[in-house]
């Protein structure tokens, strides 16, 4: 079997997890873990045209992204069982197409396994973005089986300091246990009627 | 000490300079984010009291962390202490130069040498590096390294980010002459 490493062209793997004590200078009812592991690889498509089938090499590198990524991701929350909600990333260096990180990130290839390695049920939320090493992205997170769970709307940020060089991409998988610190904007079942009728003052 | 946060980051590296390592190279930081115990008071002649009642739990918190993340033996460690904009370095420094946080790490690691820090102001989400060095000999060239973070919503202005940074090994393809070689 072919190494790994050298088969998706890994350079480096960045786990970035963190835990909210206070906020507002009070305790959270329930702490959340979040993190994010972002995988830094060669781009496999660097000076190949818009016209280059991308198929291929997205169905070779995206399972093994996928399987790298949330093994990591569940040994640093705990478990599949104690992840909650769930997001993915792309950041595709200057030499890249955006088409490129959609390749990695927005096929069966890697969303499908993404979300039955972290047992969840829901489309994942995302970002991507073209940048230069060390921009920090905004990765969006939500329920990963009640995606409308209003609670866990949250986001993470990742970065990687040297990352992604112009012929690289990062590709990234996140995932929380929680909700907010101290959610209470309700939910949909909560929320009264709002529309234009119903408001006093409509916006114009 | 009223902690708000606590941020791990690990880095592992693969391949440095087109190739692949014999075994991947770890780095490991573990910072909480705290409240800076001098914020608001004006110009604190006397750090002591502060640095007595924060500085060892901050060390018992930090040590075993950053090992467990490392998940590894440590050869090469530092410290950071990052103040946020209304605060002195003084602070920062008050919390991380001093034994009683220090010793913490060195015991956990069976280290002996001297910490290598970095101390700095900035605003919330500003970029540091920590530098490291080995733990037993801080003339091990190849153990001279540093790590950069950045945590996106920290330190506040009456804040203080306290971190430490262990690296299982030394560079990844680390190949200087040692010191030795030049004397």
């Given at each position: 079997m072919e190494h790994t490493d050298e088969s998706i062209g890994l350079r480096k793997l960045v786990l970035y997890r963190d835990v909210v004590l206070t906020e507002a200078g009070e305790a959270p009812a329930r702490p959340a873990w979040r993190a994010s592991v972002a995988a830094v690889i060669r781009n496999p498509w660097v000076a190949s045209g818009p016209s280059t089938d991308l198929s291929l090499e997205q169905a070779r590198i995206a399972p093994v992204l996928a399987k790298l990524l949330t093994d990591r991701l569940i040994a640093s929350l705990g478990g599949a069982d104690e992840i909650e909600s769930f997001g993915k990333a792309a950041i595709v260096g200057t030499?890249?197409?955006i088409e490129h990180a959609g390749a990695l990130i927005h096929t069966p290839y890697f969303g499908n396994l993404v979300r039955e390695f972290l047992q969840g049920e829901s489309i994942i939320c995302f970002a991507d973005t073209r940048a230069e090493a060390g921009e920090s992205l905004i990765i969006p997170l939500w329920h990963k089986t009640h995606a409308a769970t209003r609670s866990h709307y949250q986001t993470i940020s990742a970065r990687v300091s040297?990352?992604?060089?112009?012929d690289e991409l990062v590709v990234i998988a996140a995932a929380s246990t929680g909700p907010r610190p101290h959610p209470r904007i309700g939910d949909r079942m909560t929320d009264p009627v709002v529309t234009t009728e119903t408001l006093e003052v409509v916006p114009s | 000490m009223s902690v708000r946060r606590i941020v791990t980051v690990v880095e592992e590296i693969h391949a440095e300079g087109g190739r692949e390592l014999d075994r991947p190279a770890r780095i490991a930081v573990v910072a909480a984010v705290i409240e800076n115990p001098w914020a608001g008071q004006g110009f604190v002649e006397d750090l002591n009291p502060g640095i007595d009642a924060h500085a060892s739990d901050l060390g018992a918190l930090l040590a075993p962390a950053v090992l467990d993340a490392l998940e590894a033996p440590a050869e090469a460690y530092g410290k950071a202490a990052i103040v946020g904009?209304?605060?002195?370095?003084e602070h920062g420094s008050a919390l991380i130069h001093t034994l009683k946080f220090g010793d913490h790490f060195r015991k956990a690691a069976n280290a002996a040498t001297l910490l290598p820090a970095v101390e700095k102001r900035g605003p919330t989400g500003v970029v540091f590096d920590i530098p490291l060095k080995h733990i037993t000999d801080a003339t091990i060239r190849s153990h001279h390294q540093s790590f950069e973070v950045r945590i996106s919503?920290?330190?506040?202005?009456?804040e203080i980010v306290v971190a430490l940074a262990a690296a299982a090994?030394?560079?990844?393809?680390q190949r200087l002459a040692p010191l030795s070689t030049e004397q």
């Open positions: 030499a890249g197409e040297d990352g992604p060089r112009a | 904009l209304d605060g002195e370095i919503d920290a330190p506040h202005p009456n090994q030394g560079r990844p393809q």
